[in-house]
Structure formats: structure tokens, C-alpha cells
């Protein structure tokens, strides 16, 4: 592990994003709470915010962290609404669900391994719950969007 007893404790925040790829039809009956296993957002949500409590056990080499807050957001984006804005989108493009978590802790070492590591976790548990309707499920684009705190300070992403 990298020692980090002589850096200076600060506030640390970092935003991840991802998203599962599903048919339209089954983040419709998400959204409707139609799957035999609950409440899918919610069991989601819950293992992202675990997975944040838990990733120095997950990933070797990561410190344990002072984590202060962890939020999960889901956002729907249905074929139709964004079909129109990609002509050349299929259905199946055009249909996920956007996740993001934003983590703050107050220590030596940022967070950034805890965010992705919420909505990978996130990810992996919509895909579980649900799998006997739609196995052609995606995980794609999981990333750091930003990180404040520490000796580098802020950094966002800045695609083009």
C-alpha cells in the first residue's frame, strides 16, 4: 500500500457514472416495480451504498476510508425519448438506465475508487435482478466524471 500517514486529512468527493443497456420493456416494468424481486432501484441503490463501505475489502491495495456520504441517482432514458435525438439509435442503444454516485469522505486518500466501485456494484445488481427477463442486459461506460480534494485538488472530465 501507498503510505499516506503524512498527507494532510480533507474533505474528498468524487462523481462516477455508468450505465446498464436493457429493452424497453424491462426498465418499464423496473419503473413500474413489476419484477418478482422487488423494488429494483432500491436494492440497487442499497448494494452501491455497501459496495462504497466495503471496497478497500474489494480491491487490493485500497485504504479504508472515513466515508461521510454517499448518494445514488438512476435515471431512466427510454428508446422513444431518445430515439428521436439519434436517428441512427436503436432501440436497444437508446434504452439504459444512467447511474450516478457521488461519495465524500474526510481523509489522507480520495474516494475515487469507492465511486466506481458504487455503480459497478450498482450495475451488477440491476443486471441480477434482472436477468430471467433480459439477459442481453449491458454494462458500459463506467467512469470518473470528478474528483476534489488532496494535493491535486479539482479535476473534471472534459470529453469533446
Known sequence: MVEVGS???????AVATGRVYLQAATLSRILAGELPKGDVLQVARIAGITAVKRT???IPLCHPLRITGVKLHFTPHLAAATAA???S??????TFLHIRAEVRAFDRTG??????????VAALTLYDMCKA?????RISDVQLEE???GRSGHWQRQDL
Do not use: H, P
Open 85 to 87: 435525438d439519434n436517428a
Open 7 to 13: 498527507k494532510s486529512e480533507s474533505q474528498r468527493l
Open 56 to 58: 478497500a475489502d474489494l
Open 147 to 149: 474528483k476534489q480534494g
Open 111 to 120: 474516494v475515487e475508487m469507492e465511486a466506481l466501485t458504487a455503480v459497478s
Open 133 to 137: 427477463i433480459d439477459r442481453g442486459m
Open 89 to 94: 439509435a436503436t432501440a436497444e442503444e437508446s
